[in-house]
């Protein structure tokens, strides 16, 4: 199939840092380490997690010499660092820029707050991440790549528990001098946050957790803390909240809420914290744009998804994700078109009021696995979600003088939750309620800690079609690279079953029962009158062939 023509895009990249001397992956660039999961293309902006990983956690040492009291007490064990076991796929990070150097804490600018990096009680919360760990082969799925270490930034919540960004989990950082085993809580893929935890009584004994804050305001002051690229010690740099709004995650492929701030975040920023003026917490470093014509913007992930993981998983002792509602939609700014699909204007009562105008976001697809398509049908119009309703445009209003997409009320709710939704159908107002679920995808961003599925069958290797394993097979580029067939699959397709896969002929091994079948790489497999495959293991098995090996 022809590729796409090249051309220039700013890249959202996952800050992490890569362990100095370590082995670079196959295929990977070794400037850059492996990349957290690619996005979608720019052209498609979804409106909806493996390799063994060992973690550490390094909290930074007491400095000589009496200091001033403070808000919390000051730890009286030694430093320390933590290691954590993980089974994950693994994709992330980037090409980084030459970095300047960061020394110690500064004087926050504009109004910032003045913090002392080596002598403040919540710095003692920040804490380095190191990991080593491997990663699946999906070109090759019965083999994994070669293992590699990394190090991330992260910091001590509540609960003997610790932070940081759910790609710093697979990427590469430096070593440290003592360490503590942990164990991986949960992983949050959409979110790209990660909990750790850690046994050993020493890590813990004098720790304070870090208080959470409420989301700041524009134009707040912003302090991130953490281990980036440029030295082994803490790093402090400074700035204001520029924007929030729902934006996408480069790693999880998703869009949340996220905030901009104009604060350095580098390679190796990411999962620190980032404190506003009164030491609270305010959101996570997760990554920063790199464009020639952007300077200094970064993102952290705000409290409200921080706190949406974290409950997620106290409720249900695992990860289950964040829900969405299943539908594609359109905005209803032109008149012509509310009119032809029946949307009121304006119109007086009899008391001489003007009713408002009918508004909302037109239905243009519902996902055939989604409990809203019980009750949603395409052209219908969506007009309130819980009671809040929705402008021709998608948002809802946010805070004062602010409005955001109404997507954000929907990634607020829990999976298996239900929702509320007013809806215009053929010119008729109806109130329905839902059960959200997590999306399902026919070709996966992540396969959450799962190794790939495959087959061989006659020395033909089958295997399903995720995000990692397009760009195994055709690099960091391969939203330029693969085949137009399955890009259009991965981007606008839709699962008709939770189980339906997209299966492909990955590869030929040489025999004589194969003879005349090499050039039939990556052609999707039928399990009907031009269907998609349900599964790997059902589409072989019902066709009755011996199998010589499965992952499923």
């Known amino acids: 199939m022809g590729k796409a023509p090249p051309r220039k895009k700013a890249k959202v990249e996952a800050t992490a840092e890569d362990e100095q001397g370590a082995p670079t992956p196959r295929g990977e660039d070794a400037s850059s380490g492996p990349d957290a999961d690619t996005p979608a293309p720019a ?71 003045n913090y002392a990096a080596d002598s403040d009680s919540i710095m003692e919360a920040v804490v380095k991440v190191f990991c080593i760990h491997t990663e699946p082969n999906f070109s090759l799925p019965w083999q994994r790549k070669r293992q590699y270490s990394s190090s991330s930034s992260g910091f001590i919540i509540q609960g003997r528990r610790i932070l940081t960004n759910a790609h710093c989990v697979k990427v590469k950082r430096r070593g440290s001098d003592k360490k503590f085993v942990a164990s991986v809580l949960a ?38 803390v953490g281990y980036p690229i440029g030295g082994d010690t803490m790093s402090v740099t400074s700035g204001v909240v520029s924007r929030i709004e729902v934006t996408s995650y480069v790693h999880g492929a ?12 580098n390679s190796g920023n990411s999962g620190g914290p980032a404190f506003d003026a009164a030491g609270r917490c305010v959101g996570i470093a997760f990554q920063s744009l790199k464009h020639e014509d952007a300077e200094n913007i970064g993102y952290i992930i705000p409290v409200p ?36 699909l029946l949307m009121k204007a304006r119109s007086p009562t009899h008391m001489g009021l003007l009713l408002p105008d009918m508004k909302g976001v037109l239905v243009r697809r519902v ?40 997507s954000y009320l929907v990634s607020q709710k829990y999976t298996n939750e239900s929702a509320t939704l007013k809806v215009l159908q053929g010119g008729k107002e109806r109130t329905v309620t839902v059960n959200l679920q997590a999306p399902v995808r026919l070709i996966p961003f ?10 061989i ?39 008709e079953r939770p189980d339906q896969q997209v299966v492909v002929l990955s590869q030929v091994l040489a025999a004589e029962t194969n003879i005349g079948y090499e050039d039939m790489l990556n052609t999707s497999v039928s399990a009907g009158a031009g269907t998609y495959a349900r599964s790997v293991t059902i589409s072989l098995r019902a066709a009755g062939y011996p199998l010589v090996k499965s992952s499923a």
């Not at 893929?189 to 989301?215: K, N, Q, S, Y």
């Not at 998804?305 to 209803?332: K, S």
């Not at 006659?458 to 890009?487: C, I, N």
Request: charge should be negative; charged fraction near 20%; aromatic fraction near 8%.
């Open 305 to 340: 998804v921080i706190q949406h993981f974290i409950t997620d998983y106290e409720r249900n002792g695992a990860y289950t994700g964040f829900p969405c509602l299943g539908t594609e939609w359109q905005r209803m700014e032109n008149p012509d078109l509310r009119k032809a």
């Open 187 to 224: 992983v949050g893929t959409e979110c790209d946050i990660a909990m750790l935890t850690v046994e050993d009584e020493e890590f813990w004994r004098g720790a304070e957790p870090v208080e959470f804050g409420d989301l700041p305001s524009l134009q707040a002051a912003v302090t991130v």
């Open 446 to 455: 992540h396969i959450k800690g799962k190794p790939p599925s495959y087959f």
């Open 457 to 495: 069958v006659a020395g033909l290797v089958f295997t399903a079609v995720s995000v990692p394993y397009l760009k195994s097979e055709y690099g960091k580029e391969f939203d330029y690279e693969a085949p137009v067939r399955l890009l259009d699959k991965m981007l606008h397709a839709q699962a």
């Open 254 to 265: 998703a869009e949340l809420l996220g905030i901009q701030i104009d604060a350095a975040i």
């Open 43 to 113: 052209s498609a902006r979804p409106r909806r997690g493996g390799g063994a990983a060992a973690a550490a956690a390094e909290q930074p040492p007491p400095p000589p010499g009496d200091q001033p009291a403070r808000r919390h007490h000051r730890r009286q064990g030694g430093a320390g660092t933590t290691s954590a076991q993980q089974e994950a796929e693994g994709v992330s990070g980037g090409k980084q820029a030459p970095l300047q150097p960061i020394g110690q804490a500064f004087p926050g600018r504009r109004g910032g707050p």
């Open 367 to 406: 996902d055939p696995t989604a409990p809203v398509s019980k009750v949603l049908r395409q052209f219908d119009i969506l007009m309130a979600f819980d009671g809040v309703a929705i402008a021709n445009d998608g948002t809802v209003p946010f805070r004062s003088g602010e409005r955001i997409s109404f």
